[in-house]
Every structure is written in structure tokens, then in C-alpha cells.
């Protein structure tokens, strides 16, 4: 299957600086990628669709402007969580598709991100 | 209203039994697609297997199965033979094609393969 990684895979950061996450399609070209959050013991939570060379739509209660994506090319998706809090601290993981709607997705390994 | 239900929050399967996780959905769209992925402790999601709403036959991948109930809108994952490496979190999930491609992911269920 298709391989997407997500660097880093653990980060840890003081409240109020912004870190950033990446996610890249290594083997394929990924039209669309998916941007969730996963607290302990919880589901996925869908935060964003980003496509390509288009800004990205945000999920409802998800606030844009402190959960930035950027989607620059078709290998490689960002989130900069911007002043990031301890309320911030989660599972994120990027999903990235090829091309159809019918795709599968296939995910990356995740980063866990602590804000002290 | 829930799209995606997982009513077993955690089961406990003797090894090399069959297991059945439960699944059941919610949607108005005709086109839609249901999957199941496994996350092990290490976070990372692995997909399973992928049943399409206007497949006529059950999907299969290996030891891996989906019950697919369209008129009761279940689909059930069946695992074969459950092995101690199958202990992990499987989340049911669908994505309604006019969503935009958009997947809903369920509660999942914690399995726990005893030896």
C-alpha cells in the first residue's frame, strides 16, 4: 500500500510557541489530504481537508487561524499549531488520497504533541 | 445523530477464535464508502479492508471479513482465526461520497486477544 509519513513523531513545546507538523506521500502524489486529532481514549476527529494549491476547509468548532495548513505541493501537507497551549496536546495524524473520491486513504503514523 | 456506531467499547476473544466487531451506519446518501482501520498502541492507522454501497459481495482481505448488511445498514468486521497480535483499536469508518471524500470515524472497539 501507499506510504505517508509525518515528521516529527513526538515534539515537545512550551506553551505559546507554534510548531510545526508535516506530512508527506512518499510513493504517491496526494490530490487531498486530511488533517485529524485524537485525544487519549478517543476517535479521530476530522479537523481539515487541505487540497493542493487551495486553501483548506476547516471542520466546524475548528479555529483556522490557530490550526494553520498549507498544502504547498502534492507531496507534502503542513499544521502549525500557532501558540500552542496545554489544551492543544493530542494524537495528529494526516491522511493523504490519490485521486478519486473512491480512494482509500492511508494514513500516517502520527505525531503526539505535549504543550507544557 | 451518530453516523458511525460501535456499540462494544472493549472485547475480550480466547486466541484462534472468530470475532465479530460490531458496526452499524447512518447516512441518506446512495454513494458511500465503509471502512475498517486497526490502531495498535503505537497510534498509526492501518487499514483493513473497504466495503463499497453498491458492491454486491462481502469484502474480504485475508483473514479479515465485513458483514455488510445494506437494508439494516451494519457492516460488521469478521476477523478469522484472531490472533495475540490482533489486540488493538478498530475503528469503523465511512465516507459519503458527496462529503467531498470526508471520513467519519466511529468510537471504536478495544480488542484484547487472550493466549
Known amino acids: 500500500g501507499a506510504v505517508v509519513s509525518q515528521h516529527p513523531s513526538w515534539v515537545i513545546c512550551k506553551s505559546g510557541t507554534s510548531v510545526k507538523i508535516e506530512c508527506r506521500s512518499l510513493?504517491?502524489?496526494?490530490?487531498?489530504m486530511f488533517w485529524y486529532r485524537q485525544f487519549p481514549k478517543q476517535s479521530l476527529m476530522l479537523m481539515a481537508t487541505?487540497?493542493?494549491?487551495?486553501?483548506?476547509?476547516?471542520e466546524q468548532g475548528v479555529e483556522k487561524d490557530k490550526f494553520l495548513i498549507n498544502h504547498a505541493s502534492l507531496t507534502l501537507s503542513t499544521l502549525t499549531v500557532t501558540s500552542a497551549h496545554p489544551e492543544d496536546s493530542s494524537f495528529y495524524i494526516c491522511?493523504?488520497?490519490?485521486?478519486?473520491?473512491?480512494?482509500?486513504?492511508?494514513f500516517g503514523p502520527g505525531t503526539r504533541l505535549l504543550v507544557l | 445523530a451518530q453516523k458511525i456506531t460501535q456499540t462494544q467499547p472493549g472485547m475480550f476473544v480466547q486466541e484462534k477464535e472468530a470475532v465479530t466487531l460490531d458496526c452499524t451506519y447512518d447516512?441518506?446518501?446512495?454513494?458511500?464508502?465503509l471502512f475498517w482501520y486497526k490502531q495498535p498502541s503505537s497510534g498509526e492507522m492501518i487499514f483493513l479492508i473497504y466495503q463499497g454501497s453498491y458492491d454486491q459481495q462481502n469484502a474480504t482481505e485475508g483473514r479479515y471479513s465485513l458483514n455488510f448488511q445494506k437494508a439494516r445498514k451494519s457492516a460488521n468486521l469478521v476477523i478469522s482465526a484472531s490472533q495475540l497480535g490482533d489486540s488493538a483499536m478498530y475503528f469503523c469508518a465511512m465516507r459519503e461520497d458527496s462529503s467531498a471524500s470526508k471520513i467519519i470515524f466511529g468510537s471504536g472497539t478495544r480488542l484484547s486477544i487472550r493466549p
Open positions: 510513493d504517491f502524489q496526494a490530490t487531498t
Open positions: 447516512t441518506s446518501d446512495p454513494s458511500y464508502g
Open positions: 487541505s487540497n493542493e494549491g487551495s486553501k483548506a476547509t476547516y
Open positions: 491522511s493523504a488520497m490519490a485521486g478519486a473520491p473512491q480512494e482509500t486513504q492511508y
